[in-house]
């Protein structure tokens, strides 16, 4: 199998969780936008934000015009209940940009600076192009394509949006790798017959039971850098 | 006007001509392919090749899903009276795909790398997806995003073209420059509200007239090296 995937001419990238670590910033931006006199647990709190999209975006689907922020938005403020802490929309506004802020993991850029020269590497998720370009500029972060959810008009796990991709790459799916630390996005892949790689993250799939779903590959240990040496060294 | 452009927050290049020479390397191709016993200037009929595809890309405007990879066959068969020197089909799917071959200008990879500093630079391309994409990896030439004409579905000058690729980075016209060395080009732009930089190259507007239209500027020498010092320095 690995032969197989080592024949691959494109890897996808799922991006938040996988790529880069969205916790810490966001904690950080829920500290600098905490009402004043709120006693809360900020990172739990990101957890609980993160995990509501999780819940809105299948229900998505596809050929949606309803944008990243506006779901991170609404998830917000249903997290909250409702904006129980009385955020300004302000503050709202900046908890929802603060997604641009996410920091790669360790691994990330010299993980893709090696994969790179080999293969096209794009980014497939359900961020927006403009976050992604403005996340990925700040961390000099280099990618051969962007594909976002505006772009490709829909969510993961929507097939479409994994087939927009590959078509406008001219791949089959034998020919593309799907990367991700989320096993829902990998097995959605595969019913494509896209070939997948598992990269396990702290932070992501907590709770999630790996028994039930089966990989092309599983990086036991160092992310993208790991990711490389299965497939270049 | 030089603050104006110097506030804008995007620039978009046109992509074959202003960043890239495409005469040597599609007229090393043709000779390459050519039939044997075939005496043809080469480098007159990738000019005439180069033109038709400017008469044809119009007529296709919005909303089209013709490739460009098709666009540039039928431009070939058209250019050579129906194929008269007798290409094999191997060798017209060669020349098509040759215009991944094109090479940049010499101050093209250290201006863009410069401009991207301050600017978010994309292609605004009639190219499509993956030639650019292989392209620009082949050249190590960094891009923040691609926009060709299978992503944003039409052809320019076609106004749609434009407008996807604003709406899907969220700028407004005036925030954005379209970079190019055509006059029609820059024209569609202007007329969206796009601010115009024109930069003169040799293989370019040949034959057209200058004096019909207005640029915000025109870069007389330097390439993209001097739309840097316009922009940066």
């Known amino acids: 199998m690995e ?25 950080n931006a829920l500290v600098e936008n905490a009402p004043a006199g709120c006693d809360v647990d900020w990172k739990e709190f990101a957890f609980k934000w993160r995990s509501s999209f999780f819940t809105v975006a299948p229900t998505l689907g596809d050929g949606n015009s309803v944008t990243f922020e506006e779901v991170q938005r609404r998830c917000l403020l249903e997290s909250s209940s409702n904006n129980q802490w009385g955020w300004s929309e302000d503050q709202i ?10 920091v790669p993991w360790e691994d990330s850029a010299l993980g893709l600076r090696k994969l790179r020269q080999k293969y096209i590497c ?31 008009q829909g969510y993961k796990p929507a097939p479409e949006v994994y087939q927009r991709a590959m078509k406008v790459l001219r791949l089959d799916p034998h020919e593309c790798i799907m990367v991700a630390a989320h096993a829902y996005d990998l097995k959605a892949a595969a ?30 240990s160092g ?11």
Chains 1, 2 share one sequence.
């Open 3 to 27: 032969n197989d995937l080592k024949q691959a001419k494109a890897l996808f990238f799922d991006y938040f969780g996988t790529v880069v670590d969205w916790l810490s910033p966001i904690a």
């Open 93 to 102: 506004n900046n908890l929802v940009q603060s997604w641009v802020l996410v």
């Open 122 to 152: 794009s980014t497939l998720s359900n961020g927006s192009t403009r976050l992604l370009v403005d996340a990925s500029k700040r961390q000099n972060m280099e990618w051969d394509m962007f594909f976002a959810s505006d772009l490709l």
């Open 191 to 220: 019913a494509l017959g896209m070939k997948t790689i598992y990269i396990p993250r702290a932070t992501e799939d907590l709770g999630v039971n790996l028994d039930e779903y089966r990989f092309d590959k599983t990086i036991s």
């Open 223 to 233: 992310g993208l850098m790991g990711l490389a040496s299965v497939l270049i060294d």
